[in-house]
Structure formats: C-alpha cells, structure tokens
C-alpha cells in the first residue's frame, strides 16, 4: 500500500487534472483507459485483465491521446508486486543485474523486470496510436500500468 500511496503522490498532477481516455480493445477480457497530460508530455495508462481470454496472446495496444508528432518512451511500471501470471513482451527489457533492492522490489528483480520500468521503446505518438505495442500477457483480475514520457 506505501508503495501506491508513493506512486499518487509523485503522479497526482497528472492523474488529477489529466484528459481520460479510453481505449479501444478487440478482447472484452481487457480494459483500458489513460490520463494525459493537458499539453501531451506524458500519460499514464492502464490496462486491466477482467477475465480469462479465449485468445491466446492479448495482442497490441494502442495508445490513443497522445501527440502523433512527438516522439515517446513507452515502459511499463510495476507498483508492489508484478501481476500474477505476468508474462512480459520482450520490448519491456530484461533487468540481470543484482543490486540492493527493497523488499517489494524483489519480486519485480524475479521476474526480471527492470525496477524503473527500463528502457523502454522510444516511437512517435502517431505509431504508438496505429501500431502500438505487444501487450503483455498476465492472470485475471490483475492490472499493468504504462509511462508514455516525451522526449524532447
């Protein structure tokens, strides 16, 4: 619970005075939505898993709001501990370096996922809106949320 308390404080500009959005998703298993910043530079996303999918993989998603001309790092941020049945895509990065974690940490460090969500992918709003990214994969009931930041 510290930890997401942690993670409002530092994000509630955002999250409070931010554009809603939601996304568009083949799978009804899956629900998505955003909150963007008024001028573009960033966007948190989530996506929850509601039920189990009778699709193999969830797929790509697609990151609607954000400023087709500028360029993004998309990564994902893991809060507490990861999703149960987490399976990460590869653009997410692996994290192989052993250092002093905190405790909640470690289950992300398991997992091999970077701490700070990684590098990332870098694309442009407008291919992140067309193309997106492969989704990863994880248990119902659970959710992932994602850092779109402008590079400028």
Known sequence: ??????????????????????????????????????????????????????????GRLRFAGLDPQRRYRIRPIV?????????????????????SIPRAKRHSARLGLPADGGRGLVVS???LASAGVMAADMHPEHAILYRAEAID
């Open 1 to 58: 619970m510290r930890e997401w308390v942690s993670f409002y404080k530092a994000n509630r500009v955002l999250l409070n005075r931010g554009d809603l959005v939601r996304l568009d998703i083949a799978d009804p298993t899956l629900l998505a939505y955003g909150v963007i910043a008024p001028d573009r530079s960033s966007a948190i996303y989530t996506v929850a898993s509601v039920g189990r999918s009778e699709v193999m993989l969830p």
């Open 79 to 99: 809060v507490g501990r990861p999703p149960s049945g987490l399976n990460p895509p590869p653009w997410w990065g692996r994290h192989h370096r052993r250092l």
């Open 125 to 127: 709003g407008a291919t």
